[in-house]
């Protein structure tokens, strides 16, 4: 090789090279996908030791669905209502866990961005995940099982991204009785 084409050669890795450096960037990163939210850990009974459905029917075990919320209601995403798959779910709608116990942990739930365009959040926005027993047939309103601490997609985002910019994190309720583990794809 020709020691005139060094500089040259030289100069085309420093390009390439910044080019990884800027896609790989943290501070590049604009936006966050939720793609997954699987719930590790929930309580299986009220504080008191009670099921969930309270009526001394079986089964008692909670009926789980989640909430994704920003500061102010409405929920950003309702998984009952907002197209979110959970495992057996015939139909884009669904997104409960009917009778879930120890049994079927993790309570695993898809969001696709096509149906679930609140998938696509801001890095700031504060966030809570609320996970709830349905009580649909009957006369009361649906039990708060859990609440997370506050969050952000932001603080969630590690010094060195993945290639596919996709971050598993944990989360968990001021008891640590609920945990749920959350991944979203960062992008620009
Ligand atoms: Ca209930
Ligand atoms: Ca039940
Ligand atoms: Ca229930």
Redesign the pocket.
């Known amino acids: 090789m020709s020691t005139s084409r060094l500089p040259l050669l030289l100069a085309f890795a420093l390009v390439f090279s910044s080019c990884d450096a800027t896609m790989d960037d943290p501070n590049e990163v604009r936006r966050g996908f939720i793609e997954r939210i699987a719930i590790t850990a929930f309580p299986f009974t009220q504080r008191g030791g009670g099921?969930?459905?309270g009526d001394d029917r079986s089964?008692?075990?909670?009926?789980v669905y989640f909430r994704l919320l920003g500061t102010n209601f409405p929920a950003l995403i309702n998984s009952e209502e907002d197209g979110v798959l959970a495992p057996g779910d015939s139909t884009p709608a669904g997104g409960t866990y009917?009778?879930?116990g120890a049994a079927v942990l993790p309570l695993v739930y898809t969001l696709d961005a096509a149906t679930v365009p609140a998938s696509d959040l801001s890095l700031y926005r504060p966030l809570r995940l609320e996970v709830k027993?349905?009580?649909s047939e009957m006369i009361d309103e649906d039990d708060v099982i859990a609440m997370s601490q506050v969050f952000t997609l932001d603080d969630q985002i590690p010094s060195v991204l993945p290639d596919d910019r996709r971050v598993t994190f944990t989360i968990t309720n001021d008891a640590g009785t609920m945990t749920a583990e959350i991944t979203v794809r960062y992008a620009h």
């Open positions: 099921g969930w459905d089964p008692e075990e909670a009926d009917v009778d879930a027993d349905d009580d």
